[in-house]
């Protein structure tokens, strides 16, 4: 099945910085890439995803950067808030539609 | 809000015992998955129903079940609970097939076995 690896578990950067995130999957069959955000107490809060026939999708201070040759994909937050401080999670599917999810990434913005 | 409700927002309970959780989809979504998040075992996807037809399995142990009810809300019976079942429970949303592939989370139960 697929396997999802998410890298760093923990990121801090200062107010105003860039933070990337990045993912890499296993199956090539995968087609769908959705990233999380989930603040304490919260579910998952879809923020944006890209599908495989497309490189890059962007979303005001948000963008996602899909490699399918290399089973890579990043999540780029630009100008970061402190609202921005939570844990984010990448995920891959097939057209079954079910997630496999990354092991998520803590960020912290310091102000 | 994403507009996906599930109750109860907490349960507790002793070892042995069974519990139920609902949850209520978007309007219009067909699909409804259940996903268990614990700290160990990060965020796994259990079980998918389409239209009150079971669609995926995932991993999902042979003491938990579940339904899609013609109203397409969703249950998730957990039995013979054990501490390890502790974890929080979410139930995300899609349009289906036919639409879109976005899943939409609710806001979870979270369950502790005592």
């Known amino acids: 099945g697929e396997n999802v690896e998410q890298h760093p578990s923990t990121l801090s950067v200062q107010e105003g910085d860039s933070a990337v995130i990045k993912c890499t999957y296993s199956?090539?069959?995968?087609?769908?890439f959705p990233w999380y955000k989930q603040e304490l107490g919260k579910g998952p809060q879809l923020i944006i995803d890209i599908r495989s026939n497309v490189g890059e999708k962007k979303d005001q201070r948000i963008a996602v950067t899909l490699n399918k040759t290399a089973k890579h994909f990043s999540l780029h937050i630009t100008e970061t808030q402190p609202e921005d401080s939570a844990v984010y999670f990448c995920?891959?599917?097939?057209?079954?539609?079910?997630?496999?999810f990354g092991t998520g990434t803590r960020l912290t913005i310091i102000p | 809000d994403s507009g996906v409700t599930q109750t109860p927002k907490h349960l507790i309970t002793a070892t042995g015992q069974r519990v139920t959780l609902r949850c209520s989809p978007r309007s219009g979504d067909l699909s409804v998955y259940w996903y268990q998040q614990s700290l160990d075992q990060g965020l796994q996807f259990l079980i998918q129903?389409?239209?009150?037809?079971?669609?995926a399995k995932g991993n999902i142990l042979e003491r938990f079940s579940a339904q899609q009810f013609p109203d397409l809300h969703s249950e998730l019976n957990l039995s013979s609970l054990e501490l390890g079942d502790s974890a929080l429970y979410f139930c995300?949303?899609?349009?289906?097939?036919?639409?879109?592939?976005?899943?939409?989370f609710g806001p979870g139960t979270r369950l502790t076995v005592l």
């Open positions: 995920a891959a599917s097939t057209f079954h539609e079910k997630l496999t």
């Open positions: 199956d090539s069959a995968s087609n769908y």
């Open positions: 129903y389409y239209n009150g037809e079971e669609r």
């Open positions: 995300a949303s899609s349009p289906g097939t036919s639409g879109g592939r976005e899943q939409f």
